[in-house]
């Protein structure tokens, strides 16, 4: 079936750093999704992405939707204490199907 | 802004007991959905509706229910609660736009425990 590869999986980082992560997958999608998930919450949406080749900003988010419509990444600038947490993106595929990766944990080290 | 609401939030049941989670929305969506979350995993999903009277299966349906008669409400059953399905559920809901497309909200999740 369908899947979305999310990488890194972990990421240990010092406050103030950028950060960097994506999804990729062997099919196309139609939409990507961004969500961060704190400790005993549910994800909320950071950015939503609904056009090959869209860059988005939200803050010191951006994300793009790549050109082959396979793969996005998510860029944090200047991170502070408050990014740690759980990223998840979510691909819509063609076929309806909603597939979420399986997350990229966040560290800031203090 | 109360946006998903899940109940309860913790639950422990023994094997074999039956327990319903309950999702209720406050922002009409039409789309609604339950995942499930397990330790370093994804969120995999359950079950859906698109409407009210309608529900389709997800990727890991088996041993769970769902019903939606109102487009409010969206409860998930468990009729046999078995060890495998420890984990914590979200529920979800969505506007409808074109297809599943649109960002879900996500309700803070219902933490269970089979012993």
């Known amino acids: 079936g369908q899947q979305l590869n999310q990488s890194p999986q972990s990421m240990f980082i010092q406050e103030g750093e950028d950060v960097s992560m994506n999804c990729t997958s062997s099919?196309?999608?139609?939409?990507w999704l961004w969500y961060k998930q704190d400790p005993g919450e549910g994800p909320v949406l950071l950015i939503a992405l609904y056009k090959a080749g869209e860059l988005t900003s939200n803050g010191r988010l951006t994300a793009q939707f790549g050109i082959t419509r396979k793969d996005s990444f998510l860029n944090i600038s200047a991170s502070i204490p408050s990014d740690v947490g759980i990223y998840f993106c979510a691909g819509h595929s063609r076929d309806d199907k909603i597939i979420f990766g399986k997350g990229t944990r966040l560290h800031i080290l203090p | 802004n109360a946006g998903v609401t899940q109940t309860p939030k913790f639950r422990i049941l023994k094997i074999g007991q039956s327990m319903t989670l309950q999702c209720t929305q406050d922002m009409n969506h039409n789309y609604m959905y339950w995942y499930r979350q397990d330790p370093g995993m994804g969120l995999k999903l359950i079950y859906y509706?698109?409407?009210?009277?309608?529900?389709d299966k997800g990727e890991v349906p088996n041993g769970y229910n769902v019903s939606r008669s109102t487009t409010e409400d969206f409860p998930l059953r468990l009729e046999l609660a078995a060890p495998s399905q420890t984990s914590v559920y979200f529920c979800?809901?969505?506007?409808?736009?074109?297809?599943?497309?649109?960002?879900?909200?996500f309700g803070d999740g219902t933490r269970l425990s089979i012993l």
């Open positions: 509706s698109v409407g009210a009277g309608i529900t």
């Open positions: 099919s196309i999608f139609n939409t």
């Open positions: 979800a809901s969505s506007t409808s736009g074109t297809g599943h497309n649109q960002p879900q909200h």
